[in-house]
């Protein structure tokens, strides 16, 4: 395999994680223009959140495929939390390590 394919993989793990993170902290996603009516539904953003989630975990399956070590661009814990492959609560409130801080809300 080439570093071309490499670099791309990593590539697309990076704006999974970005999207992921997007979708954490509600903001603007391809998914909300995807599906501009479900806004007005309350499980809105658990199900953006699902596809960003769902998103990660099938480029990193990819890169294990592939042999690409996906682990550098995430922390430890992060990196546990995609591992066991669950989105939980957990994922959810603890995803950046700084459980205090309201600066990723909103």
Request: hydrophobic share 35%; glycine share 2%; net charge negative.
């Amino acid at each position: 395999m080439g570093k071309l394919t490499a670099d791309y993989l990593i590539g697309k793990l990076s704006d999974a994680k970005n999207h992921f993170e997007r979708a954490l902290d509600c903001k603007h996603t391809e998914f909300d223009d995807l599906y501009p009516y479900m806004i007005e539904h309350p499980q809105f953003f658990w199900y953006k959140r699902y596809v960003a989630w769902s998103e990660l975990l099938t480029i990193v399956k990819l890169a294990e495929e592939l042999e690409i070590d996906w682990k550098e661009q995430f922390s430890e814990k992060q990196s546990e939390y995609i591992a066991s492959r669950v989105m939980s609560s957990r994922v959810l409130d603890e995803w950046y390590e700084t459980n205090d801080s309201k600066e990723h809300v909103g």
